[in-house]
């Protein structure tokens, strides 16, 4: 069976590849070389939107549809743990090694708008949502650095804002800072999809420019 409507990819240290084959209503495991993927989990109620793992246990995943789940790639069966819910699917979606999982939510069909969207989190004991930031504008991806601190696009705002879960400080604009539209090198253009490097070096989704913007620690964008 061929993918139908594939929406989030995420990709572990060994090189695996997932798929959240939304259209298809199931999580996707293609390993290094592989001519085939295998089918982790068939969701009955919607399908997978977004998809995530922790870097410290290779052989668990997380999938957000209607519901935020957690599967083992190792089991024979496609039962998992229930995490928590969100009254619509996740924008982004990134876990920590102590299975704390962040999410963005909030978009407006045909428009990035202001306010509405939210960046929050869910931990292994409280299954119900904790808002962390509110009133973002069509929060699009998020990501975590090393040193805790949550990146996320701002797509409304055309901007890339950064959120410390150490201190729980106010957020701070990371990659500009006015949030105005453009095509230079300072300005971006509603970014989508956030990525980084094995040295931390950021890569922005700049969809409205047709590029990737990468961002380094020597700009002075990103530092702990």
């Given amino acids: 069976m061929q993918l139908q409507?594939?929406?989030?990819?995420?990709?572990d240290s060994d090189g695996n590849i997932f798929v959240a084959d939304s259209g298809?209503?199931?999580?996707?495991?293609?390993?290094p070389?592989?001519?085939?993927?295998?089918?982790?989990v068939t969701m009955g109620d919607s399908g997978p939107n977004t998809v995530s793992g922790n870097s410290k246990?290779?052989?668990?995943?997380?999938?957000f549809g209607s519901r935020l789940m957690k599967y083992s790639t190792n089991s024979s069966t496609s039962s998992g743990s229930y995490l928590g819910f969100l009254a619509e699917p996740a924008n982004g979606m990134?876990?920590?090694q102590c299975d704390t999982v962040y999410v963005t939510a909030g978009y407006v069909s045909g428009g990035y708008v202001s306010g509405g969207g939210r960046?929050?989190?869910f931990t292994s004991n409280n299954v119900t949502e904790q808002i962390l930031l509110?009133?973002?504008?069509?929060?699009?991806?998020?990501?975590?650095?090393?040193?805790?601190?949550l990146f996320v696009a701002e797509a409304g705002k055309h901007r890339i804002v950064r959120y410390s879960t150490r201190s729980g400080g106010p957020m701070e604009v990371v990659i500009n800072k006015r949030g105005l539209d453009g095509s230079d090198s300072e300005h971006l253009n509603k970014p989508i999809s956030l990525s980084f490097d094995s040295k931390w070096n950021l890569y922005v989704s700049d969809t409205e420019n047709h590029r990737i913007q990468k961002f380094d620690f020597l700009n002075g964008y990103m530092w702990c």
């Fill in 5 to 11: 409507l594939p929406t989030d990819v995420y990709v």
């Fill in 24 to 31: 298809n209503k199931r999580l996707q495991m293609w390993a």
């Fill in 94 to 96: 990134v876990v920590d």
């Fill in 134 to 149: 509110s009133g973002l504008a069509t929060p699009s991806d998020v990501i975590l650095d090393q040193c805790g601190h």
């Fill in 33 to 40: 070389n592989a001519t085939q993927g295998k089918t982790i």
């Fill in 57 to 63: 246990y290779q052989d668990e995943i997380y999938v």
């Fill in 119 to 121: 960046l929050s989190k």
